[in-house]
C-alpha cells in the first residue's frame, strides 16, 4: 500500500487542520492506521491510531480531546481533524498501515508509512 498524506500548513493557535491521508494499492480497511508526528530535533511520536473499523481509537494524552481520528473505508482515506491547535503541535506529520492484528501506538509496530505533511502552528 502507498500512502499519502496531505493537508498540512500554517495556522494560527487556537485554528483547526484536517489532515488526510490516502491511500492507494491496496484498500484501507485492510489496516489499522496510524498518526505520527516529528518535530524538529526530536524523536517521532505517536499522535493517534484507528483499527480497521473504525471502532477503536486512540490518542496520545497531549492531543486528547482536541484531536480526531477517523477513516472512510469507501474513499480509502485516514482523517486527523486538529482543533486548539497549540505552537507545540508544529511538527512533519506521518500516516502509517499496520498489517498485522491490532491497533499499534508504536512506530515499530507500523509496516507502512507515507511522506509527511508539515503543520505549522504560530503563536
Known amino acids: 500500500v502507498q500512502l499519502q498524506a496531505f493537508g498540512g500548513g500554517l495556522v494560527q493557535a487556537g485554528g483547526s487542520l484536517r489532515l488526510s491521508c490516502a491511500a492507494s494499492?491496496?484498500?484501507?480497511?485492510?489496516?489499522?492506521m496510524g498518526w505520527f508526528r516529528q518535530a524538529p530535533g526530536k524523536e517521532r511520536e505517536f499522535v493517534a491510531s484507528?483499527?480497521?473499523?473504525?471502532?477503536?481509537?486512540y490518542y496520545a494524552d497531549s492531543v486528547k480531546g482536541r484531536f480526531t481520528i477517523s477513516r472512510h473505508n469507501a474513499k480509502n482515506t485516514v482523517y486527523l481533524q486538529m482543533n486548539s491547535l497549540k505552537p507545540e503541535d508544529t511538527a512533519v506529520y506521518y500516516c502509517?498501515?499496520?498489517?498485522?492484528?491490532?491497533?499499534?501506538?508504536?512506530?515499530?509496530?507500523?509496516?507502512?508509512w507515507g511522506q509527511g505533511t508539515q503543520v505549522t502552528v504560530s503563536s
Open positions: 502509517a498501515a499496520r498489517a498485522r492484528v491490532g491497533v499499534g501506538t508504536k512506530i515499530d509496530e507500523y509496516d507502512y
Open positions: 494499492g491496496r484498500t484501507v480497511s485492510s489496516y489499522a
Open positions: 484507528i483499527s480497521r473499523s473504525g471502532g477503536a481509537t
